[in-house]
Every structure is written in structure tokens, then in C-alpha cells.
């Protein structure tokens, strides 16, 4: 039997300057034929890795690993909040200029 493995990856980061440091956050959950459950989580800049975490079944890693999944949750919308605001200041400010 085969383990079955599922990859999530959020967030390809776009061609200017500031968005080549954009995050990716890849998920990879391995369900092994010793029924225990594998976690890895990794976010990543296109330079230098930020987090790296696995954990098995127990209730305590999956609660560390809840943690991290809401933090890292919470910085990637910080970053995703920022990158509007200033695309949004952007736009705003060309339109003054033209008008």
C-alpha cells in the first residue's frame, strides 16, 4: 500500500522588486502505513527558509502544530494586507496626478 500524500502550495510570488521575497506556504500531509500522521509545514521566501516544522499524532504536536498553522496563517494575511494597501496608495496617487 502506497502512502497518500497531498501538496498545497499558496502564494507564487509576481514580478516586481518587493513581491520576489512573496511567501510559500506548502502543506504536505503523509498518512504512513503506521497510522500516524506527518505534518510538514514550510513557508519560505525565494532566498532564505523561515519555518520548518513536523510532528507526529500526539496531541501536543498537533497543538504545536495548530500554532504554527495560525501564525503563519496570521503573517501571510499581514503580508497580503500590506502588498493591497500599497497597490491601493498606488492607484489613488495616479489618479490624483491625472486629475
Given at each position: 500500500m502506497a502512502a497518500d500524500l497531498m501538496l498545497i502550495e499558496v502564494g507564487r510570488g509576481v514580478r516586481?522588486?518587493?513581491?520576489?521575497?512573496?511567501?510559500?506556504?506548502r502543506v504536505v500531509l503523509q498518512h504512513h502505513l503506521a497510522h500516524q500522521w506527518t505534518l510538514v509545514v514550510h513557508v519560505a521566501?525565494?532566498?532564505?527558509?523561515l519555518a520548518s516544522a513536523a510532528a507526529s499524532s500526539s496531541a501536543e504536536h498537533r497543538?504545536?502544530?495548530?500554532?504554527?498553522f495560525f501564525l503563519?496563517?496570521?503573517?501571510?494575511?499581514?503580508?497580503?494586507?500590506?502588498?493591497?494597501?500599497?497597490?491601493?496608495?498606488?492607484v489613488l496617487t495616479k489618479n490624483n496626478e491625472e486629475n
Open positions: 516586481r522588486p518587493l513581491a520576489a521575497k512573496a511567501l510559500t506556504l521566501t525565494r532566498h532564505c527558509p497543538h504545536q502544530i495548530a500554532n504554527h503563519l496563517s496570521l503573517f501571510l494575511f499581514y503580508k497580503l494586507v500590506k502588498k493591497m494597501k500599497r497597490r491601493m496608495l498606488e
